[in-house]
């Protein structure tokens, strides 16, 4: 079987009717049959469980009555043969597999029978008793939630932190839009067939799928060619699009960020963006805030130019001398701050808007393509006219919907934040939840605008900045994440715009 996988097969995402329609094409396009793909998908969840625990070791293996269930049965004959303790635990354990089921599930469920691996009700796997579980129950077929007695064991299963390896899919993992439905297990790892589905990177995924291995099954290449990815995931470091210094380049090649923010009282986040516009590169770097924050903001970083602004006016010198703006953040939402959005608005200048400037977009839409808009769920709520359970629960779409409706570059944030922009739509599952602190979004904004002042085109600058500020907040929360802070990620983005990539 071939196991080397290509760049986009790395980074193509899938629905689950993608895989549905498609798969069998896949396989017989690789020279396998339906039955013979599931084979070879239970020998690569095998595979896998050889590499977590030891031969001897107690493992407990859950099906369902589908597909799923029946890629459990083969790793079930596999694991027995080779020598583990196997325990096999079924959602129905007395009734045939569905008939849309695969002959080689149908013959390993009947082998398991004849080695003598009688097969018990789900409910009464208690985990505690194995060193694994293998969750075989639902994959791709999922259908409603998981409810009722099913929904207890998932949740006493979750309880107990014994390692669970999923196939496919976590059980109750909506392979599309990475909700959960119902209940749904944890896993340690996920194994998942033929290509990757996009629900299993966003929305609740990320706490629900461990670490996700790809077994493409040889028929990884010829499914991409079936079937066109609406999504794809940010593999590459981006460092080439912004490329190394000039060595004759001066202040002035590298841009001017001005942040627009810092109402009364709200200081903070335009500190935040502007160091970070500071530390991601840009030549130079001015505040307009309101007069009472001057003193505050300017004792922060003595490279940054500060000025009051009490009316709209006084702004205009600063916006014809800017090459990107960041409008947002800490700006509020009196009067003062409406002025001063207008204002801001008014110029063609590549803007990144986020905080109470995304609060004022939403009263009077603009639709521009040189508008960065990096909302939140509950801002992007806003911007739709929804609420924020609306959005979570379809990130994938609502981000779409925010590109259409705005004709803006955008980035819906969150575990797994979604980029729909002029490059195409982007999946970046980097980050961590060391990053749910508040500052983190003001220190992205900064990020971008300062890429956008060195020549990045905004969607690009909006992809790198992005990916960046993930991989800074992964870095910095990797030893201790209860409290980081966006200003731990200023140097790692430091390093981060100068190519350095963490090992
Ligand atoms: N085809 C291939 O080539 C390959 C396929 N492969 C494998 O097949 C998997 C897909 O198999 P699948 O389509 O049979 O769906 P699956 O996930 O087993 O679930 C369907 C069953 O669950 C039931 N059900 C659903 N929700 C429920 C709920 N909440 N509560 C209770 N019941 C619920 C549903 O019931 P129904 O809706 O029919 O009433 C039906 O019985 C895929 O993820 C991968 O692992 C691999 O081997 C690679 C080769
Ligand atoms: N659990 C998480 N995993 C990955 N990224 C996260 C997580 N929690 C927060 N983030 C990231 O941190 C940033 C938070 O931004 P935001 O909510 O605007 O914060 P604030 O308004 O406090 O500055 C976003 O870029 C988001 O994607
Ligand atoms: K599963």
Known sequence: METSQSISLAQNLYCAEQLQRSEARAGELAGYSLGQLMSLAGRSVFEELERIVSVGASIAICCGEGNNGGDGYIVAR???QAGYKVSLYALNAKAELKQTSHEPAVQARRACRELGLEERPLT????????????????????????????????????????????????????????????????????????YKRGLF???????????????????????????????????????WLGDRVAHSHKGTHGHVLIVGAGPGMPGAAILAMVAAL???????????????????????????????????QLNHLLNAATSLV??????????????????????????????????LAQDPVHSSQ?????????????LKCNTRDIEANRFEHALSLHNQYHAQIVLKGAGSL???????????????????????DCLAGLIGALVAQGLAPAQALTAGVYWHAVAGEVAGSKAPRG???????????????GWIPE
């Open 78 to 80: 596999l694991a027995h």
């Open 124 to 195: 009464d796997c208690t985990a505690n008793d194995y060193d694994l579980i293998v969750d075989a129950v639902f994959g791709i077929g999922l259908s409603r939630p998981v409810e009722g007695a099913l929904a207890e064991w998932v949740r006493a299963l979750n309880k107990s932190r014994v390692p669970v390896l999923a196939i496919d899919v976590p059980t109750g993992i909506n392979a599309d839009s990475g909700c959960i439905m119902g209940e749904a297990i944890v896993a340690q790892v996920t194994v998942t067939m033929i290509a």
């Open 202 to 240: 966003t929305g609740a995924s990320p706490g629900h799928v461990g670490r996700i291995v790809l077994a493409d099954l040889g028929a990884g290449k010829y499914f991409e060619r079936l079937e066109q990815p609406a999504w794809r995931r940010v593999t590459e470091n981006p460092y080439s």
């Open 279 to 313: 530390r991601a590169g840009a030549g130079k770097v001015s505040v307009a805030c309101h007069p009472s924050n001057v003193g505050i903001i300017a004792s922060q970083q003595p490279e940054a130019m500060v000025h009051g602004v009490e009316a709209p006016e």
């Open 327 to 360: 409008v947002g953040p800490g700006l509020g939402r009196d009067e003062w701050g409406y002025k001063i959005y207008q204002a801001c608005m008014a110029v063609n200048t590549c803007k990144v808007i986020d905080a109470d400037g995304l609060y004022w």
């Open 371 to 383: 508008l960065i808009l990096t909302p939140h769920p509950g801002e992007a709520a806003r911007l």
């Open 419 to 441: 980029i729909s922009s002029t490059r195409g739509n982007w999946l970046i599952d980097r980050g961590s939840p060391a990053m749910a602190s508040g500052g983190m979004g």
């Open 484 to 498: 980081t802070l966006a200003s731990d990620l200023m140097p790692i983005i430091r390093k981060l715009v100068n």
